[in-house]
């Protein structure tokens, strides 16, 4: 697990999406710390660092972006 490079709290502020420079998204519970989902981003040709995390208004979607260029909804 590499370091964490971007975070971003839910609407409801129970939870939080955390990314890191190695293409892991994280879900992590706010009250507990406890993981509730996790992701890897992809890598075309080595690991690829997550630079941008953003949640919906509703908070159904993350739109995850990475320094490959592109943007993801997770």
């Known amino acids: 697990q ?3 490079t971007v975070f971003a709290l839910h609407p409801a502020g129970d939870r939080v999406a955390l990314g890191s420079e190695t293409g892991e998204v994280l879900l992590v519970d706010v009250a507990d710390g406890k993981l509730l989902k ?6 075309q040709t ?29």
Do not use: H, M, Y
């Open 2 to 4: 590499g370091e964490l």
């Open 46 to 74: 080595g690991p690829v660092r997550v630079n941008g995390l953003a949640w919906s208004a509703d908070g159904t979607r993350l739109a995850i972006c990475a320094d490959d260029g592109k943007a993801r909804l997770w």
């Open 38 to 43: 996790q992701s890897l981003v992809p890598p």
